[in-house]
């Protein structure tokens, strides 16, 4: 159970030591309705505090019988990222209370705000607790009870948004899962274990993969003891439609290959499959929110092991379009993972759209440093409408340049292309380098390198593993609107 926080819906407050829990508005506005003598206590003490509703503050206050714990909005509250962070600081006010026990009253809020604050405050109880031998009990499970007017309609708006911090955790826990644990038939596995939220789930195993060509995936995992795979989940929700296309780098180690990674960090490597996660979240999410469209996860797993087998610096893959590559670095092993899942995806599903995540280059993180993913995109319509669900649900995307002048860097001498640029701006010859494996759909890469793991945390998002980029796809997918492609900049082969 990755979630600390127990949710229920009821018209009465459940018995024992529980805080009454009352949102402040700006001018110290009390916003459920009280009982006149309480509220006049509340309101005595909130001054004696100096407590203002400032957002996000909170503020115990004892009677003889009851315990309220106040928290301040702020201004207005609207819905979306202010009431989710709101919620975050309400599910950690709670949980620093003695009992870890809450009494919503009945607040009045629009169904849409009253299910952001308790998503906000679901996503800020996730914890990995996993590989502790001494379990948390349940006990210290915090308790919120909800109560209102318009329950039923509050229960179903949330039971939304339920469905998407399902997604959000399971990225979560793939993202905090060591290799040892978590290689890519375990990750398949996982997903496979998605088929009960009607997603269809297939697995290629190498065989499968070698028929099909995928030699550029394939060398990466050659060096690995752990077999490779691909997992392919389909969402039709949408009859007949196209779907839209997430494609997901799940490299569940990378030491770099023989181009060994120095020891430094090399731990972090354990999430270099992110990208992979960020889509299985996703298709989670919309597989629990039954939407109405077709959408297909593809992700390409494998362990990018030094081994007898490994392949070398200099060897010559041929990916599944067809193209050539010469492995100058056996580091930059994610983009060969994506040649063939983004080939393979474009190629079998016709999407209208494809947007693939990926912890691909730590060039992205010296550009952006770790505020925003970087987008590169072929699509300007794609490209703003991943900016949009960025700024609506703060998993951001700054855009990055691409061209035919970065595009370059990748010629080789023996091959088709390399799969390093020069020693300058690598995070865009990366993306170049992808672009090639994109013949006429409207594409985008995100660089998550920066973003899939977090060393601090926030209102609603803890340290480790974030599943950034869940909650993007799904506003993207939420609010889309139809793209064309507008560059196509690999053409120039000079
Ligand atoms: N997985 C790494 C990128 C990465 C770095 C992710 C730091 C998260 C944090 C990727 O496979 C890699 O090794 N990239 C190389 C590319 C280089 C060899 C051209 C890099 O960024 O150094
Ligand atoms: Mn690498
Ligand atoms: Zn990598």
Known sequence: MPAKLKLSF???????????ICLIGKNGEIIPHLERNIAAHLIRTMALAQFTGKFGKSLMIYTDTNSYLLIGTGDKLASGIEAEKLGGKLFSALNGTASKMGWMPDHKLAPTV??????????????????????????????????????????????????????????????????????????????????????????????????????????????????????????????????????GKGVTFDTGGISLKPPKGMEDMKWDMGGAAAVTGAMCAIAGRKLNKNIVGVIGLVENMPDGNAQRPGDVVTAMSGKTIEVINTDAEGRLVLADALHYSETRFKPHAIVNLATLTGAIIASLGKEYGGLFANSDDLASQLEDAGRQTEEGVWRMPMGPSYDRMLKSHIADMKNIGGPYGGAITAACFLARFVERTPWAHLDIAGKAWSDKATATVPKGGTGYGVRLLNRLIDDWQGASVSHKWEQSDD
Do not use: I
Not at 117 to 146: I, P
Not at 196 to 204: A, C, F, Y
């Open 10 to 20: 009821s018209k009465t407050s459940p018995k024992g030591d529980v805080a009454t």
């Open 114 to 247: 009253l299910a952001d604050v308790l998503f906000g405050a679901n996503l800020a109880s996730y914890h990995f607790d996993r590989y502790f031998t001494e379990k948390e009990k349940d006990d210290v499970m915090v308790r919120l009870c909800v109560g209102g007017e318009a329950l039923d309609e509050n229960v179903s708006v949330y039971q939304d948004r339920q469905a998407l911090a399902n997604g959000v955790f399971f990225a979560r826990d793939l993202v905090f899962e060591p290799a040892n644990k978590l290689y890519p038939v375990e990750f398949a596995n996982r997903c496979s274990a998605l088929s009960s939220l009607g997603l269809e789930v297939e697995v290629l195993d190498e065989t499968a993969m070698e028929k099909l060509g995928m030699g550029a995936l394939l060398g990466v995992g050659q060096g690995s003891r752990r077999e490779s795979r691909m997992v392919v989940m389909n969402w039709r929700g949408g009859g007949d439609e196209p779907p839209f296309a997430f494609v």
